[in-house]
């Protein structure tokens, strides 16, 4: 649970079927949750869940040959760094919402800012990957991690210049946060 406004009303913020507050807040934003609830306006929602603790081969299989074939490149050709963050810094947090900044901007897409995303690394809920080249951010995803669950609430990729080289390898690197780092 993320309390995201302390004061009068006092709002909070809950994922995936998390425990209903208790007494003391006012407002509870429910997100993602399976089940009704009671007296709750909402609103559907779909969404693929894929079980991350099959084994790797498992998940590859379940992928289109395409996506496969652009992941074992992106591994084996593009000299890629991933770099997963599980509890990122604030100043990991600025850098996504700086580079989030740039992309936003070219798709016309509201910035994230620091009022979603430090409620969410305060309560242990946050994790941002980001793919390099020769030092150089590609791509950065956030995420939402609650309850065993995880959910992708960002996707940021760099595509200065009209290079179809350039283009490829960050669609690359892209898919490649789409699957789990090998061991």
């Given at each position: 649970m993320i309390?995201?406004?302390?004061?009068?009303?006092?709002?909070?913020?809950?994922?995936?079927?998390?425990p209903l507050p208790p007494k003391g807040v006012d407002v509870a934003i429910l997100r993602q949750f399976s089940r009704q609830v009671p007296n709750a306006v909402t609103t559907p929602f779909h969404s693929l869940e894929i079980d991350l603790l099959l084994p790797e081969s498992d998940l590859l299989k379940a992928m289109d040959a395409d996506t496969r074939y652009e992941i074992r490149r992106a591994e084996s050709k593009?000299?890629?760094?991933?770099?997963v963050l599980q509890q990122p810094s604030a100043a990991h947090r600025d850098e996504f919402m700086r580079f989030y900044e740039v992309f936003a901007a070219e798709k016309k897409l509201k910035a994230v800012t620091p009022a979603l995303l430090n409620p969410l690394a305060a309560a242990g809920m946050l994790s941002l990957t980001r793919v390099q080249s020769a030092g150089e951010t590609l791509v950065?995803?956030?995420?939402?991690?609650a309850q065993g669950r995880a959910r992708l609430l960002h996707s940021a990729s760099l595509f200065r210049g009209g290079d179809n080289a350039m283009r490829n390898l960050v669609g690359r690197a892209n898919r490649l946060l789409h699957c789990p780092p090998r061991q």
């Open positions: 309390i995201l406004k302390p004061s009068w009303p006092r709002i909070a913020e809950l994922w995936f079927d998390e593009d000299q890629l760094d991933v770099e950065w995803h956030s995420y939402v991690i």
